[in-house]
C-alpha cells in the first residue's frame, strides 16, 4: 500500500509546512502541473482553519493583514514588494485611508494561504470613521439636552 503523501493536520507545525508547500506550488512557472495537489491542500488547510482559527471573524481585513505581517516578520515594504505597489499605497491599506483591491486580496490570500473571503469583508475607512463618531456625538449630544 502507499503511503499517502498529505494527511489531515494535526498541529500548526504540519499547518506551517502545508501553507509553505502550498504557496512554493501557486508561485511555481507552472502550478497547473500541481493543480490536484493544490486542491488537496486548500482542502487540508481551509479545515485545519475552521477548526483551529482563533480569530473566527474578529479582525477586519487590515487588522488581519497587520496579525499576519507580524506572525511572518513582514514590514510594509515587504507587503509593497509582494502587491507589486508603493509603500504609500500600503500604509494607506494600513491606516484605513485606501480599501484592498481585488488584485490586492488574490495576491494576499493567495501569499497567507488562506481565503480571500478572509479579506473581502467590509470595513470603515478613516473619513466614514470620521463621520460615525461625529453622529454619535451629536447624537448623544442630542440626548443629553
Known sequence: MDTLRYKVIRNFEQYNNYC?????????????QYEE??????????????????????????ELL???????QMK?????????VSKGYVSEILNYKKGMSKDVIRKLATRFAMRQEAFNKPYRLEGERMMVEEENAVAQQTVLS
Open 76 to 84: 510594509a515594504k515587504d507587503i509593497a514588494e509582494l502587491l507589486n
Open 66 to 72: 497587520k496579525s499576519l505581517m507580524k506572525d511572518h
Open 37 to 62: 495537489e493544490i486542491d488537496l491542500l486548500t482542502v487540508l488547510i481551509e479545515h485545519y482553519d475552521a477548526e483551529n482559527t482563533i480569530f473566527k471573524g474578529e479582525f477586519d481585513p487590515v
Open 20 to 32: 509553505n508547500e502550498l504557496i512554493q506550488m501557486l508561485e511555481s512557472e507552472n502550478p497547473d
